[in-house]
């Protein structure tokens, strides 16, 4: 069974987190079987963007992050505090152990600032919210990224997009790295998408 760790900041955006929790549920029950999500937080309950409330399975400071697969982080909004937990040394640090452990690390959107922060982008390709209005490029490739004009950037194991609507497609390319190919297609057939 492979695991994948599904990190929550205060303020994430909840449609970015869902397309983790639906692409690896179809896979759970309708794929292969083979993968389950896990979602963990710096606190018992955290707030989304848009203000309702979850709670994760396991906090941060309980982690025993070599029991797990991959890494799925989704993005959130300044003036929701995303950045007070995406910013946090104990959030980074996790970041930073799947890195050293060479496993897979999936964002979407300002996630990748996250990633940038922890310092495993520096002189890697990545990219993070894209719209011509938003500094989150610029902040990006002050964190010492190689920030790219793509969708979506594929550097080794580390996965960055450049909005929400990238979702979907950032949680199959993670389901295919964990599965295969053609196991991936079959979920996306299920779920109703074309194949890419």
Not at 11 to 31: C, I, L, P, Q
Not at 170 to 195: I, P, Y
């Amino acid at each position: 069974m492979k695991k994948v760790l599904l990190l929550l900041a205060n303020g994430f955006e909840a449609v970015e987190a869902s397309v983790f929790t639906d692409v690896f549920g179809w896979n759970k029950f309708e794929g292969d079987g083979g993968t389950e999500l896990i979602t963990a937080g710096l606190h018992p309950e955290l707030t989304c963007t848009w203000n309702f409330t979850v709670k994760p399975e396991r906090l941060v400071s309980h982690l025993q992050i070599e029991e797990f697969d991959a890494l799925a982080i989704p993005g959130g909004f300044e003036e929701a505090g995303f950045y007070q937990d995406a910013f946090d040394e104990r959030f980074l640090d996790v970041i930073r152990k799947f890195c050293e452990l060479e496993k897979p690390i999936a964002s979407i959107c300002v996630a990748a600032l996250s990633l940038g922060k922890s310092g495993i982008l520096k002189n890697r390709k990545a990219t993070t919210y894209n719209h011509p209005t938003s500094v989150r490029r610029k902040q990006l490739a002050e964190m010492g990224a190689v920030v790219q004009d793509e969708y979506i950037v594929v550097d080794e194991n580390i996965i960055t997009s450049s909005n929400p609507s990238t979702g979907f497609d950032v949680a199959f390319l993670l389901l295919e790295k964990l599965t295969s190919v053609s196991n991936t297609d079959h979920v996306k057939e299920l779920m109703g998408f074309r194949k890419l």
